[in-house]
T-cell receptor, first 112, second 116 residues
C-alpha cells in the first residue's frame, strides 16, 4: 500500500524567506505527483502536477521537483508572503488505481 | 463555469438517519471521487467512478453507497448515519492524462457533516 509522508507537519517563517516542503512515498511506481493548497474551511486547489517522466515543474514562485527512484518530492516556495499561509498537501497517483494517495499535509504560516 | 459544486455545505444528522450528498461538475470529466477528511488522518478515498454508470470502492467504503447515473453527477449516500461518519466530505473530478494516469483533480468546497 502506498504511504505518503510530509515533513514538517507545521512550519512558521517570516515573510520573504524561501522555504522547502518535503514529501516522500514508499512505492516508486507512480504515474504522477500532485501538490495542492488548502485554505482553512475550503476545498483543495491544485498547484502543480509532475508526471513520472518529469523532474520538475514551475509555476510563478513555486517549483516542485520529483525524484521517483528515491521516492521524494519537494515544493520550493520563493520569497514567501503572508498570503501563502495554508496547508500544502502532496498526493501520488500510483499504479494501484486511478485515485490519489494523500499525505497529511504541512501547515504553513508566513508572518509579516 | 462553476467547476465542482457540492450540496449541501453543512448538515447535522442524528444517528440512524439517512442522507445523500450531491456532487456536480461541468467540466465533462470522466472520473469522479468522494473523499473524507478527518483531523490527523488526511484525505481518504471512499468511492470513485471512472464513467457514467460505473462505481468502485476506495479505501474506506463501509457505510456508504454511491451512484453515477449522469456523467456530471456523483451521489454519496449514507443509509444509517453513525457518529464515526462525522467528517468533511470532498468531491473531486478529473480527466485522463494518459492510459492509466489521471490529470489534475479539481475539488469541490466540501460538505461538513456532523452525526450526533
Amino acid at each position: 500500500k502506498q504511504e505518503v509522508t510530509q515533513i514538517p507537519a507545521a512550519l512558521s517563517v517570516p515573510e520573504g524567506e524561501n522555504l522547502v516542503l518535503n514529501c516522500s512515498f514508499t512505492d516508486s511506481a507512480i504515474y504522477n505527483l500532485q501538490w495542492f493548497r488548502q485554505d482553512p474551511g475550503k476545498g483543495l486547489t491544485s498547484l502543480l502536477l509532475i508526471q513520472s517522466s518529469q523532474r520538475e515543474q514551475t509555476s510563478g514562485r513555486l517549483n516542485a521537483s520529483l525524484d521517483k527512484s528515491s521516492g521524494r518530492s519537494t515544493l520550493y516556495i520563493a520569497a514567501s508572503q503572508p498570503g501563502d499561509s495554508a496547508t500544502y498537501l502532496c498526493a501520488v497517483d500510483s499504479n494501484s488505481g486511478y485515485a490519489l494517495n494523500f499525505g497529511k499535509g504541512t501547515s504553513l504560516l508566513v508572518t509579516p | 463555469n462553476a467547476g465542482v459544486t457540492q450540496t449541501p455545505k453543512f448538515r447535522v444528522l442524528k444517528t440512524g438517519q439517512s442522507m445523500t450528498l450531491l456532487c456536480a461538475q461541468d467540466m465533462n470529466h470522466e472520473y469522479m471521487y468522494w473523499y473524507r477528511q478527518d483531523p490527523g488522518m488526511g484525505l481518504r478515498l471512499i468511492h470513485y467512478s471512472v464513467g457514467e454508470g460505473t462505481t468502485a470502492k476506495g479505501e474506506v467504503p463501509d457505510g456508504y453507497n454511491v451512484s453515477r447515473l449522469k456523467k456530471q453527477n456523483f451521489l454519496l449516500g449514507l443509509e444509517s448515519a453513525a457518529p464515526s461518519q462525522t467528517s468533511v466530505y470532498f468531491c473531486a473530478s478529473s480527466t485522463l492524462l494518459a492510459a492509466t494516469s489521471t490529470d489534475t483533480q479539481y475539488f469541490g468546497p466540501g460538505t461538513r457533516l456532523t452525526v450526533l
